[in-house]
């Protein structure tokens, strides 16, 4: 398969037609039409479905896209960027499943050039891609996920849950009506432990698939919801945010999965010791008898 079919197959999902992403590609429509028909070929499903709507992506094609998405960026660093890097520098790309994790991704990435030298880094935000199946196809070499690991492709450490608290702000919302619950997509787990108290929740339920833009929302218009307790500790410390008394915490379990290739077995040992420090280091702004930051 083709990176510039792969190209081509981005370029109509964005467009939204083949006559479109063949303007913008300066090619004639039927190479475009052979470029995508060679993918569909080659993985056996239709990626588009085309009709008086337009041309729009099949549920095959969506789970595709990330994937294309990441062969094409990878062939661009790979063609573009790797050669004239130093050859003793170590590449990693890391994933997270759930965006409660992007905040923890960013500071491994620091504690990882901080106690190794510096490092190719990839981190992978796109939460739509599944951890386990990207790490077994190469895509990603090792990713943080919530579910626990049965792809006999890979390897993985089941880590210490991740503890989320129900936190609310101190006042009532902006418009001065019922309270506010923010709901977030942290998986089966998180919806079972949530569902009968949004039910409760005396106002309305809104639902924000991304923590950091969750906890942004909540904080400008008040109202209460479900955080990991290293995400929201500064608030806290602040009095912005209070916790909800008597409410139980949600214990999510998190799994750091990696590819079993025994050349590169030493990066899971050190990614995995370093990981361990890092949320049992103490949250350096909490003073004495502090909890530990992740």
Same mark, same amino acid.
């Given at each position: 398969?083709?990176?510039? $079919?792969l190209?081509?197959?981005? %370029?109509? $999902?964005? %467009? *939204?037609?083949?006559?479109a992403?063949a303007?913008?590609?300066?090619?004639?429509?039927?190479?475009?039409?052979?470029?995508?028909?060679?993918?569909?070929?080659?993985?056996?499903?239709?990626?588009?479905t085309?009709?008086?709507?337009?041309?729009?992506?099949?549920?095959?094609?969506?789970?595709?896209?990330?994937?294309?998405?990441?062969?094409?960026?990878?062939? $661009?660093?790979?063609?573009?960027?790797?050669?004239g890097?130093?050859p003793?520098?170590?590449?990693?790309?890391?994933? $997270?499943?759930?965006?409660?994790?992007?905040p923890?991704?960013?500071?491994l990435?620091?504690s990882?050039?901080?106690?190794?030298?510096?490092?190719?880094?990839?981190l992978?935000?796109? +939460?739509?891609?599944?951890?386990?199946?990207?790490?077994?196809?190469?895509?990603?070499?090792? !990713?943080?996920t919530?579910?626990?690991?049965?792809?006999?492709?890979?390897?993985?450490?089941?880590? !210490?849950? &991740?503890?989320?608290?129900?936190?609310?702000?101190?006042?009532?919302?902006?418009?001065?009506?019922?309270?506010?619950f923010?709901?977030? &997509?942290?998986? &089966?787990?998180y919806?079972?432990?949530?569902?009968?108290?949004a039910?409760?929740?005396?106002?309305?339920?809104?639902?924000?698939?991304? %923590?950091?833009?969750?906890?942004?929302?909540?904080?400008?218009?008040?109202?209460?919801?479900?955080?990991?307790?290293?995400?929201?500790?500064? +608030?806290?410390?602040?009095?912005?945010?209070?916790?909800?008394?008597?409410?139980?915490?949600?214990?999510?379990?998190?799994?750091?999965?990696?590819?079993?290739?025994?050349?590169?077995? !030493?990066?899971?040992? &050190?990614?995995?010791? %370093?990981?361990?420090a890092?949320?049992?280091a103490?949250?350096? *702004?909490?003073?004495?008898?502090?909890?530990?930051?992740?």
């Amino acid at each position: 398969m083709q990176i510039k $079919a792969l190209e081509t197959f981005l %370029c109509v $999902a964005e %467009c *939204g037609g083949f006559h479109a992403a063949a303007r913008k590609m300066h090619v004639t429509q039927t190479a475009v039409s052979a470029r995508i028909r060679s993918i569909e070929e080659a993985v056996g499903h239709p990626l588009f479905t085309r009709g008086a709507g337009g041309t729009n992506l099949t549920e095959f094609g969506h789970r595709f896209r990330p994937y294309a998405e990441q062969m094409v960026s990878l062939w $661009a660093y790979a063609s573009r960027e790797l050669p004239g890097q130093n050859p003793s520098r170590v590449s990693i790309r890391l994933g $997270a499943q759930l965006s409660i994790w992007d905040p923890l991704l960013v500071d491994l990435a620091i504690s990882l050039e901080e106690n190794f030298g510096k490092l190719l880094l990839t981190l992978n935000y796109d +939460h739509d891609l599944n951890m386990i199946e990207a790490v077994g196809t190469h895509v990603l070499d090792a !990713a943080l996920t919530h579910e626990r690991p049965r792809d006999g492709r890979i390897v993985f450490e089941e880590l !210490a849950p &991740e503890r989320l608290i129900l936190v609310e702000t101190p006042g009532p919302s902006v418009d001065g009506g019922e309270t506010l619950f923010v709901d977030l &997509e942290l998986g &089966e787990q998180y919806r079972q432990h949530v569902r009968a108290i949004a039910r409760a929740a005396e106002g309305q339920a809104i639902f924000l698939g991304n %923590c950091m833009m969750a906890l942004r929302y909540l904080l400008r218009r008040g109202g209460r919801g479900y955080f990991p307790d290293y995400v929201v500790a500064q +608030h806290l410390r602040s009095d912005e945010l209070r916790p909800v008394p008597g409410a139980p915490d949600l214990m999510l379990p998190l799994y750091l999965v990696f590819h079993p290739d025994m050349s590169r077995h !030493a990066q899971f040992d &050190e990614l995995l010791t %370093c990981l361990n420090a890092l949320r049992s280091a103490p949250d350096p *702004g909490a003073g004495a008898g502090a909890q530990t930051r992740y």
